[in-house]
């Protein structure tokens, strides 16, 4: 079984819509939530944190479930430059260091 | 400086040839690490560096060879690769090995074996 898993898609989702992605994992002791952005052959960049209480960063709204080892990202009012691949990273702490465990991504199109 | 700066961008190399990848960042980062990225794949773990010291080894083939000279560096030798090696090869850093940081990724080698 895969540590993480999501939705490969892929969205294809016109301008202005509100978008729902969501990713389970599969080790209750994982510590750390993260979703990362990645553009088409670019590095991954983190987009934000994931907590228990829900965060919120403009339009994007990030929710952990821990009982339910599920990860929630949600995007309104979708803009062009939102187009890109989402990945769920979940962290564990392992001999002495954190690792990060990828989901394989969420594909995202935003249209016109 | 809250970058990790990866050199070089792309690289193209026999499978006879010896190069390395370079990985620098200057943010206090204490904890070091090198992925893997086939394309249309998610990130694969090969080695992490906690405090100069090689902490974790994904069973890695021994034609990667990981070197931290001190906390600001992070190499990777590569000697005798196959085709298959050809990825994007990030590296990423954060501040602190067991703490619930973010990481910060450099922009990757495109690397090519022909």
């Known amino acids: 079984r895969k540590e993480v898993e999501q939705d490969p898609g892929p969205f294809n989702v016109p301008e202005g819509a509100t978008v729902a992605f969501n990713c389970t994992y599969s080790?209750?002791?994982?510590?750390?939530f993260f979703w990362y952005r990645q553009d088409c052959r670019k590095e991954p960049k983190l987009l934000m944190s994931?907590?228990?209480s829900g965060n919120e960063d403009g339009r994007f709204t990030a929710q952990l479930n821990r009982a339910s080892q599920y990860i929630s990202l949600l995007i309104r009012d979708s803009k062009l430059s939102d187009s890109a691949t989402y990945l769920c990273?979940?962290?564990?702490?392992?001999?002495?260091?954190?690792?990060?465990?990828f989901g394989t991504g969420t594909r995202l199109t935003v249209i016109p | 400086d809250t970058e990790v700066t990866q050199t070089p961008k792309h690289l193209v190399m026999g499978m006879t040839n010896k190069k390395s990848l370079k990985c620098e960042q200057h943010?206090?980062?204490?904890?070091m690490y090198w992925y893997k990225q086939k394309a249309k794949k998610p990130p694969e773990l090969m080695f992490v560096?906690?405090?100069?010291?090689?902490?974790i080894n994904e069973s890695v083939p021994s034609r990667f060879s990981p070197e931290c000279p001190n906390s600001s560096l992070l190499n990777l030798h590569l000697h005798a690769l196959q085709p298959e090696d050809s990825a994007l090869y990030l590296c990423?850093?954060?501040?602190?090995?067991?703490?619930?940081?973010?990481?910060?990724f450099g922009s990757g080698t495109r690397l090519t074996v022909v």
């Open positions: 990273v979940v962290s564990q702490d392992q001999t002495g260091a954190n690792n990060l465990f």
């Open positions: 943010m206090g980062h204490r904890a």
């Open positions: 560096y906690s405090y100069e010291k090689l902490s």
């Open positions: 994931v907590y228990s």
């Open positions: 990423a850093s954060t501040l602190q090995p067991v703490a619930n940081y973010g990481y910060t």
């Open positions: 080790n209750s002791a994982s510590q750390s």
